[in-house]
């Protein structure tokens, strides 16, 4: 077993852990925040986005063991303090960006990392940074529409609305 | 202008809320007290024989509670069958037993030999891997026409060959074999519609419980339609009365067919959590769902379309080889018979059609229904072998379409269905407007000037949905009703809960279903909810596939509301003091035609739950109504659908630079997530035509396991769609007049971008007649090498 | 998983020393480790982790050569490596943006998977693999698929890149994984040209030596024009044939040489 500290949306966590326990074990299983999602085993789908330290990383391809002294944010700690949706999520509701909602935490989390660095990325630049997140509902338009909106971009004139 | 509520409005929807804040609740997010994990020990052979198992050493591992195989479910049913197929001999099709875990034979890679429940999922590996099996190999059947020759090894021993059924079905031979005799030209096209896996993005998992103190069993489970499974598994598998089996599917991750089935780690869970008196939970990985998910697709077809010397087509013929896998799934036999051969007239005017298809057992993963089941196969071919003929002939391919199009309704095909609205001449109309058909030329001249090819693909489609007239299904083989229910709740204080047997997973129900209700009553939408998923919360239900859910339960559910209403205005008219005939319900308010006397819609509730000035002596009070529905027919979307594509000659990488769907699904609920809808199917359909392809070696070994290697289409594999739904033609036997959209952008996206890259390279000079999907960089670069 | 304890050193004395326990096994940033570990393909008793020590990260230029500490992940690469763009450029599209976030290049190259990216620019920039005990030149360092010059527990510390007068990186993503179906790195430097191709061949990463020749006496597309590799040899799967795979290094390498300007 193995001792880590880590701060989990603003409280610090500190767990004994098997030295080989996931980030998506330690969140779903040891602290019940079921909102980061596994849905492959090849680190390819993107549904377990969190952000560590501040980057996007997949929760499913990192040991808990690895977080040590960071800084966890996941798909719970996303919204506004008032619980309001925050600007991302209140752009994926208004332009329908889900479906199921079983990828949605990891792109909500891949988008919020997009902005940041990106504040008004292009169409492609979305298209590319989302190489790493799978969506089987939506076809991906209002998941870029979504993000375009949410960094403040007018999405009037794309086809179909 | 759009409205802002009720019938035709786009609300945002309400489930996101959770979705978005990471608050949804997954079966895997469902942990039960005391529960064990469960792995399965899955067969790593395609064909063989077990000879021995020895769980002896794995039952000593640290945290085994217990060790299932084969033999514990001797005296159990195995997972059945729910469509009847019967040949064109007049007999059954050929009906093999499918076990819970393996009995005797592994019979393809992924076939469950043995169960480990354990404390945790860990230990329950671990043993697995202390299990000992003996295996001896046997030839493995993979190839469908291999599979049928004479000495090939069976899957199944007890059945004289792999031939599931030969069916045959649409106009006389006679009439076939003139329009053919008589054709001035036919064109002929042998194609492949690639195996694919649904790859909803949340696996599958199953917890059971038991309760032993009133006998109970729950099994909480990722599933299209739980009232169906709570039927066959109580019913067939595990036999458990209905009464003390509940079966629950909370938010569901994604269906697309491949939660529609029972499966075998459902019943396993359900029935090994009342042998050991503990909670049993089973979480498929990734991997283990590419092996244990019924696949989709998997056809091989011949296809032969005559026309005469005016270029009217006048015979259609088809000879279709079907991959069953290795067991027969929930629903597999009717996919490439009723799903399939019943829409190979298309939405033309062909007068002699026939379908020849047979239905092959090989040691493959069973294959099943995947979004448009049936129907993507028939409207590939056909839109295929419309475009080979008009490029053999010289002829424009939409006009060649427009020409033989249906433009009478009702219609009946010589197919069996009739359709009975239909405006094929708008929707395509309607595209050629979307894709600036007169812009085109200049876009191929700027991509050639790149050094690239551009092609446009088109095509049309029509489905059937709404599935099914439960009487005509009957006849069919279908061993299940196709109706569905809903029950309408009103409380006392006017609020709202509708139970549905339709499960949303995806679909929006919570919202769209609402604004349904909330425009019979002329209330306010937010005081209205949807309950569904959860057979002990809702009547009944057949669940939601085949784009069926407002179609079908959506008309239960106004059925329902207008016994609601029936009811609710004898109660007006009794506190109005007025005749029940003069009582008007708008906006809420019931009132008395003509006058100015109204009461409002809590009023009413809150006398049929406190009826103190109630007409009890002829009604009861409260008020809740439930309704079943059955469909008098299928619903038939239909449209047209464009592709654009550019194509590196050099490597062969095809990227799509436009995509246009017109359709028609009559009357639209929430247009925002009906065009949602169109984009996840049109991404499906693309990702079939470009990218997809699921591939078993010649021994029987998935080659495609994971998304190393089953190509998933992703974000930069597809563009902005332009979709439009304004060529609306209502369906005229729902009260609703709406046809389902939940399909159609899967059926009717693949052909056109097939034809797009056909055109594209013969731009080029490359005369390429056909490429099998998916047109991956590889298999176009061999096509332009002739 | 199999069980296994896990270590996380801050300095290389102490992974080196933790990395001499039987059956350990270090982590870089685990994007392939982790997953096969998921697979039970590997049975390690203790994971060393080498993100938390410092001295393995980081990137310089300096004298012409551009060193990237082993556990630099290639986000860092992308980010920070200006001096040598072909370089930035290739770590900017290897995987996707999570998992350039934790894959380092140390990790790449001890893995030295078939297709992956930065063994093309290893080999096409004449580069040196440091490590906790010597270099390796990476011609000799390349030992065919997921093999290297490494023993065990050895550890990457640094990767030197001298930094080319001109350079470019053109990979043909496999559809499904996105690593290499083929990726051409090529690399013009005052003594020549240097072309190293990955995704391609059975034996691993390679160098183009005949497209070599011709690029050094005259670096431009047309130089290359026509050359081409026999089939054999070359991985043959779902994803692409022999033959296509060779045909794709012709076209590559040309791109490559245009794109480098």
């Known amino acids: 077993m193995t001792k880590v500290t880590m701060t989990v949306n603003g409280k610090t966590v500190a767990k004994e852990v098997r030295g080989n326990m996931l980030m998506t074990e330690f969140l779903r299983d040891e602290l ?100 790493g997140n799978i969506c089987r509902c939506t076809g991906y338009h209002n998941i870029v529409k979504a993000i375009m909106a949410a960094s403040g971009q007018d999405v009037s004139a794309i086809a179909a609305e | 202008m759009p409205k802002d509520h009720g019938i035709g409005a786009a609300p945002k929807r309400r489930e996101d809320v959770r979705f978005l804040t990471g608050t949804g609740q997954y079966t895997d997010d469902i942990n039960v007290y005391g529960q064990t994990y469960c792995h399965f020990l899955r067969s790593d052979v395609a064909h063989g024989k077990i000879t021995s198992i020895d769980t002896s050493e794995a039952e000593k591992m640290p945290g085994v509670v217990r060790i299932f195989t084969g033999k514990d479910f001797e005296g159990l049913g195995g997972l059945p069958c729910g469509w009847q197929v019967t040949d064109k001999h007049g007999a059954p099709m050929k009906e093999p037993g499918h076990p819970v875990l393996a009995q005797g034979k592994v019979r393809h890679v992924g076939d469950p030999i043995a169960a480990v429940v354990a404390d945790s999922l860990e230990e329950a590996r671990d043993a697995a891997e202390a299990i000992m099996v003996e295996i001896e190999d046997l030839p493995a059947v993979v190839d469908m026409k291999a599979a049928l020759e004479s000495g090939a090894a069976k899957v199944h021993d007890d059945l004289d060959d792999n031939l599931c059924y030969d069916w045959q079905f649409g106009s006389e031979q006679e009439a076939v074999d003139k329009a053919f ?50 039927l066959l598994m109580g019913a067939f598998v595990l036999n458990i009365p209905e009464h003390k089996l509940r079966v629950v599917a909370p938010d569901v991750g994604g269906g697309f067919g491949t939660k529609i089935f029972h499966y075998a780690e459902e019943a396993f869970v359900t029935w090994a959590s009342r042998q050991i008196n503990r909670p049993v939970k089973w979480t498929s990985t990734r991997s283990e769902a590419f092996m244990s998910d019924a696949h989709g697709r998997d056809h091989v077809t011949k296809i032969e379309l005559a026309l005469d010397k005016d270029n009217n087509f006048t015979g259609l013929r088809t000879d279709t080889y079907a991959n069953m896998g290795a067991y027969l799934s929930t629903f597999s036999s009717s996919v490439p018979t009723w799903l399939h051969g019943t829409l190979m007239a298309g ?39 419309v475009d080979k003929a008009a490029r053999e002939l010289g002829v424009d391919p939409i ?53 690239k090819l551009r092609g446009l693909g088109i095509n049309c489609y029509i489905e059937a949905c709404g599935i099914a007239p439960s009487n005509l299904v009957g006849q069919l083989g279908a061993r299940a009703g196709l109706y569905d229910a809903a029950t309408v709740r009103v409380n006392a204080t006017g609020s709202i809960s509708v139970m549905v047997g ?60 207008e016994k609601i209403i029936n009811k609710a205005k004898k109660i007006a008219a009794h506190l109005l003091e007025a005749s029940e005939g003069d009582i008007e319900l708008k906006d809420g308010q019931f009132t008395v035609a003509g006058t100015d006397k109204s009461v409002a819609w809590g009023d009413v509730t809150l006398a049929a739950y406190v009826p103190h000035n109630y007409p009890l002596e002829e009604i009861e009070p409260g008020l809740e109504e439930t309704a079943f ?33 017109a359709d028609d699904f009559g009357n639209v609920v929430n247009p925002m997530i009906v065009e949602g809808q169109v ?57 609703l007049g709406v046809k389902g959209c939940g399909e159609a952008g899967a059926i009717g996206s693949p052909p056109s971008v097939v034809n797009a890259v056909i055109d594209a390279l013969h731009s080029g000079g490359h005369k390429v007649e056909h490429i099998d999907m998916p047109v991956s960089p590889h298999r176009v670069w061999q096509a332009m090498q002739g | 998983m199999y069980s296994f304890d896990f270590e996380r050193p801050t300095t290389l004395d102490d992974a080196v020393k933790a990395l001499g326990q039987d059956e350990a096994q270090a982590l870089g ?34 004298g012409g050569v551009l060193t990237v500490g082993g556990g630099t992940t290639h986000g860092t690469v992308a980010a920070e490596a200006s001096a040598y763009p072909a370089l930035a450029a290739l770590a900017s599209n290897i995987g996707d943006p999570a998992v350039r976030n934790r894959g380092t290049v140390g990790g790449s190259l001890a893995n030295n998977d078939p297709a992956a990216c930065y063994p093309a620019a290893a080999l096409a920039s004449g580069a040196t693999i440091v490590t906790n005990t010597r270099e390796i030149a990476a011609d000799d360092y390349f030992q065919g698929m997921f093999t290297t010059a490494l023993d065990e527990g050895e550890i990457i510390t640094a990767v030197k890149f001298p930094i080319p007068e001109k350079a470019a990186y053109i990979k043909f993503e496999q559809p499904a994984s996105r690593f290499a179906l083929v990726g051409v790195f090529v690399a013009k430097y005052s003594d020549g040209v240097k072309v190293a191709v990955t995704g391609a061949s059975e034996e691993g990463v390679f160098r183009w030596t005949e497209a070599e020749e011709k690029l050094s006496a005259d670096f431009s597309a047309g130089a290359v024009e026509g050359l081409s590799l026999p089939a054999e040899g070359m991985m043959s799967d779902l994803h692409g044939s022999g033959a296509y795979r060779a045909h794709l290094i012709g076209v590559l390498t040309k791109r490559a040489v245009a794109a480098a300007g």
């Open chain 2, 347 to 385: 939405n033309y005017k062909t007068p002699a059609v026939q379908v020849n298809v047979k239905a092959v057992f090989t040691n493959t993963v069973p294959v099943d229904a995947y979004r448009g089941a049936g129907r993507p196969e028939a409207t590939f071919q056909l839109e295929r072998v």
């Open chain 1, 32 to 131: 019940h925040l079921t909102g980061t999602h596994v849905g492959c085993d090849t680190s390819q789908c993107g549904a377990c986005v969190i952000h560590v330290n501040g980057q996007d990383v997949k929760a499913c391809t990192m040991f808990a063991g690895e977080a040590e002294g960071a800084e966890v944010a996941t798909i719970e700690g996303m919204a506004n303090a008032d619980g309001s949706l925050n600007t991302i999520q209140q752009a994926f509701q208004d332009y329908h960006g889900l479906q199921c909602g079983f990828c949605t935490p990891g792109m909500v989390m891949t988008a919020a990392a997009l902005l940041r660095d990106n504040p008004k990325p292009s169409e492609t630049e979305i298209r590319d940074y989302l190489e």
């Open chain 2, 502 to 561: 339709a499960h949303s997973h995806g679909q929006g129900h919570e919202t769209a279903f609402p604004q349904v209700v909330a425009e019979m009553l002329g209330i306010d939408e937010s005081m209205i909810d949807i309950v569904h998923g959860d057979s002990s919360k809702i009547p009944f239900g057949m669940g939601t596939y085949g784009s069926r859910s407002l179609a079908v339960c959506g008309s239960a559910m106004v059925r329902a509301t």
């Open chain 2, 629 to 661: 529905y059955d469909p008098a027919n299928f619903t038939y979307p239909a449209g047209a659908y464009a592709c654009e594509v550019e194509v590196d000659p050099e490597t062969g990488k095809v990227t799509i630079e436009r995509f246009a769907a």
């Open chain 2, 679 to 735: 984009h996840g199917g049109l991404a499906q359909g693309i990702g079939q035509a470009m990218l997809e392809n699921c591939v078993y070696d010649e021994s029987g070994q998935l080659l495609t396991a994971s998304y190393m290697d089953y190509a998933m289409p992703r974000a930069d594999d597809v563009p902005f769609y332009a979709v439009d739904h304004s060529c609306a033609t209502p369906c005229t036997h729902n009260p």
């Open chain 2, 181 to 230: 005799a008589e054709a001035a030209h036919v064109s002929t096209l042998e194609l492949v519609n690639n195996r694919l896996v649904a790859n909803p993005m949340e696996p599958r998992v199953a917890v059971g419980e038991y309760n032993r103190a009133n006998d109970e069993s729950t099994l909480y489970t990722t599933s299209q339609n739980p009232h169906v499974i709570r």
């Open chain 2, 399 to 451: 006009a060649l379409r427009r020409q033989n199009f249906i433009t009478e309704f009702p219609y009946a095909t010589p197919v069996a269905v009739e359709y009975d609205t239909g405006d094929y001449v708008a929707t395509m109309d309607k595209l050629e407007e979307m894709i600036d058909r007169a812009g085109f030329e200049a876009r191929r001249k700027e991509s050639e000037s790149r050094g």
């Open chain 3, 29 to 62: 940033g685990g994007q392939t480790l982790i997953p096969s570990l998921k697979q039970r393909l590997a049975m390690p008793s203790k994971l060393v982790s080498l993100a938390a020590i410092e001295e393995l990260k980081g990137v310089t230029a300096e």
